[in-house]
């Protein structure tokens, strides 16, 4: 599909990805709609550190995921739907899984529901890599049995099925992308990288972390971005699922000494038990067969391997150093 002349709606768009994802449409010349969780602040989240040139052009709709008339006002006019509004830190799950139906699968239904009824051209759908549990094999593939282990997750299976059965149904155009650890700037305290690089960009010669021996594959919020956009052109995506992941796995206590490295810090690691998932919720090891990404979307990530997460960890680091960046994260805290 050719973006060009399209008008793509992004959900989630105040976020952390959805932020990048706004960003890059924007500086390859797309005509975007920024849909943001409406408050009494007036605040678009993350939109809001775009420069005073930008953000006074932004087409932005303040609404509610959760709310059918507000999603469906938000997509009228537009062709595409970029959907990564969603609640997405797990231990808030288990506090609150309520408040995860209703945002993750009520809201996903009232996309595709509006998405149906209003011809739009394609939805792209957020799903996650928590989807699939601990790897029952390496790398993990599209067809990994899905092995959801908290509410969170749960969720997202359900929205995932349920994107998919509309796909199915109602011949919508529906491709979920589902990316694996994404990080890098702005990203929410509640990751583990924000939460080492702060703790060290704050001072802490000693940093509280949870597990230590789990695996995860981590994406440079860049390459993300890029799967995102690349999702959207390629046709051969519909109806599918596509893993975006950096086909390398790293373990917390590895990625912990790697952070310091290239903070040029020397630190040790105390274990803060309130950090731990319960044991059979945490998910042990996750590593990304992104075979199909490079087949369908001929996307390949540039910050993979080692000396990529290096790179990526490096600019993540100068980032969150910036006084008035880390200004905004509660370092000393433990933020769920």
Not at 310 to 315: F, M, Q, S, V, Y
Request: net charge negative; proline share 4%.
């Amino acid at each position: 599909m050719n973006l060009s002349g399209k008008r793509i709606l992004v959900t989630g768009a105040d976020g952390f990805i959805g932020s990048h994802l706004v960003e890059q449409l924007l500086v390859e010349g797309y005509e975007v709609r920024c849909f943001v969780l409406y408050n009494s602040f007036n605040s678009w989240g993350w939109l809001d550190s775009f420069s005073p040139s930008v953000k006074s052009g932004l087409d932005v709709f303040a609404g509610d995921i959760r709310d059918p008339v507000s999603v469906r006002t938000a997509m009228e006019g537009c062709d595409l739907v970029l959907h990564l509004a969603a609640l997405i830190a797990i231990p808030h799950s288990y506090r609150a899984p309520y408040a995860y139906v209703e945002t993750n699968v009520t809201g996903t239904l009232n996309v595709l529901q509006a998405a149906r009824d209003l011809g739009v051209e394609k939805v792209v759908h957020t799903s996650t890599s928590e989807v699939y549990g601990t790897a029952q094999f390496v790398p993990i593939t599209e067809a990994h049995p899905l092995n959801a282990q908290s509410p969170y997750a749960a969720t997202k299976v359900g929205a995932d099925q349920l994107a998919m059965s509309f796909h199915y149904a109602f011949d919508v155009p529906v491709a979920v992308i589902r990316p694996f650890n994404t990080y890098g700037p702005r990203q929410s305290a509640r990751a583990v990288i924000p939460t080492i690089i702060s703790q060290i960009a704050a001072g802490a010669d000693t940093i509280a972390l949870g597990a230590l021996t789990p695996t995860r594959d981590f994406n440079y919020v860049i390459d993300t971005a890029r799967g995102f956009i690349a999702m959207a052109e390629s046709d051969l995506a519909v109806g599918k699922v596509t893993n975006i992941g950096s086909d390398y796995e790293v373990s917390i206590a590895e990625l912990a000494g790697l952070i310091a490295e290239v903070m040029r810090r020397e630190v040790s690691i105390e274990l803060d038990k309130q950090r731990l998932r319960p044991a059979a919720s945490e998910v042990e090891r996750l590593w990304a067969d992104n075979t199909k990404a490079r087949e369908r979307l001929d996307w390949v990530p540039n910050y993979g391997g080692l000396d990529g997460l290096r790179r990526g960890l490096k600019e993540t680091a100068a980032w969150f150093s910036e006084p008035g960046n880390l200004a905004l994260y509660k370092a000393e805290q433990y933020n769920q």
